[in-house]
């Protein structure tokens, strides 16, 4: 005598979070899209922080990694402004 048994569903019946609905190649599909969007994404930003930072000369990124940020003394940033007697 067999009896089989209902498999219970651990997300719960009729939730939407059940995208593959038991089916092990949509839901490793869903992980491997997801997966790459989500590196895409760390790597544009990644460049575009990189970038921002040479071009800017804020040293923001290295910053977050040394814990140090440069400062210019005053003299620096002072030759660095634009003059006011040069936008007359």
């Known amino acids: 005598m067999s009896v089989e048994r209902e498999r219970a569903n651990p997300i719960g019946e009729g939730n939407s979070i059940a995208v593959a609905d038991g089916n092990p190649l949509a839901a490793s599909l869903v992980h491997h899209v997801l997966l790459w969007l ?23 990124f290295v910053s977050m990694i040394s814990g140090d940020k440069y400062e210019p003394a005053e003299e620096e940033a002072a030759a660095d402004a634009p003059s006011e007697a040069a936008s007359q």
């Open 38 to 60: 989500f590196v895409t994404f760390f790597v544009g930003h990644l460049y575009l922080s990189v970038l921002d930072d040479i071009e800017e000369h804020r040293d923001e």
